[in-house]
Each structure stands twice: as structure tokens, then as C-alpha cells.
């Protein structure tokens, strides 16, 4: 008799580093994140992909346009 064996996998999640927190987060491919595909950083002695997590958009959208 044969006994079929599942391996479960470890999830493995896209690390980023943000440019504007300045902080390492996963990517959870939500609409409100960006990772660069051409930009990286160097954090802990590790490169990472470059991007912009969330919180980006809350201050974006409290900042007023420039008048002349």
C-alpha cells in the first residue's frame, strides 16, 4: 500500500524596504504598496527591493497643492 506524504510549504513573502518610513515590510500586493522592480537598498548588510508601503498615501493625501 502506498502512503501519499504532503509537505507543506513555507510561505515565502517578498521583503521591502521603504524609502519613505524608512522600515522593512512584507509585500501583501495590496494597492497601496510599490515595490520597484529596478530599485533596491542595502539594510542590515542585506539588499532589498525599494518601495513605498502604505502609509505614503495617508500623507499624500493631507498634503496641499503649492499655490504661486
Same mark, same amino acid.
Given at each position: 500500500? !502506498?502512503?501519499?506524504?504532503?509537505?507543506?510549504?513555507?510561505? +515565502?513573502?517578498?521583503?521591502? &524596504? !521603504?524609502?519613505? !518610513? /524608512?522600515?522593512?515590510?512584507?509585500?501583501? &500586493?495590496?494597492? #497601496?504598496? +510599490?515595490?520597484?522592480?529596478?530599485?533596491?537598498? &542595502?539594510? #542590515?548588510?542585506?539588499? &532589498?527591493? $525599494?518601495?513605498? !508601503?502604505?502609509? +505614503?498615501? +495617508?500623507?499624500? /493625501?493631507?498634503?496641499?497643492? $503649492?499655490? $504661486?
Amino acid at each position: 500500500m !502506498c502512503k501519499l506524504i504532503l509537505i507543506k510549504k513555507k510561505e +515565502v513573502r517578498l521583503m521591502y &524596504y !521603504c524609502i519613505f !518610513c /524608512k522600515n522593512l515590510h512584507h509585500f501583501n &500586493y495590496t494597492k #497601496d504598496e +510599490v515595490v520597484f522592480k529596478s530599485g533596491f537598498h &542595502y539594510f #542590515d548588510t542585506k539588499l &532589498y527591493h $525599494a518601495g513605498l !508601503c502604505s502609509q +505614503v498615501h +495617508v500623507f499624500l /493625501k493631507n498634503e496641499q497643492p $503649492a499655490t $504661486a
